[in-house]
């Protein structure tokens, strides 16, 4: 499965964060640390505040942490707040609709491996990643 850019940093940056929930993360840590582009990476930051994942702290001894409680944040919400992700819409060819009367030949196929892909996203947490030290493996770029 191949998620754009964006999708891919945002769950490199909160699977990072949630091995220390509590933490305040700077910008410049993070960008360092995932090797995301500073101005990229500061975009993200604010879609993800906008979006509740994350809370901005001002200051001098300011930064970012985690706003909600890690069980409350499935990988599914991670990648629609960057991408739709719709498992209704998914063609193993990348078109949005079957262009054909007739499913192509991968339609029935690739709609049990999009259920499934669905379904693990929709009920993996960021807890489940940090308990299983998944999380490492998202960021090891």
């Not at 049990?112 to 998944?134: C, M």
Request: charged share 25%; aromatic share 10%; with cysteine.
């Amino acid at each position: 499965m191949n998620f754009n850019k964006t999708t891919e940093y945002t769950l490199r940056i909160l699977s990072f964060m949630s091995l220390n929930e509590n933490m305040l993360y700077s910008a410049i840590d993070l960008s360092d640390k995932l090797k995301i582009p500073y101005r990229y990476l500061r975009k993200q930051m604010n879609l993800l505040s906008k979006q509740g994942f994350i809370e901005s702290i001002q200051g001098k001894q300011g930064g970012y942490k985690i706003a909600k409680s890690l069980t409350d944040i499935s990988l599914l919400d991670i990648v629609n707040a960057t991408e739709n992700y719709s498992k209704e819409n998914m063609c193993f060819f990348g078109f949005q609709e079957c262009p054909l009367q007739n499913h192509c030949s991968m339609h029935d196929k690739w709609g049990e491996v999009r259920d499934k892909t669905f379904a693990i996203l929709k009920t993996t947490t960021l807890q489940d990643l940090k308990q299983d030290n998944s999380a490492l493996i998202l960021t090891s770029k």
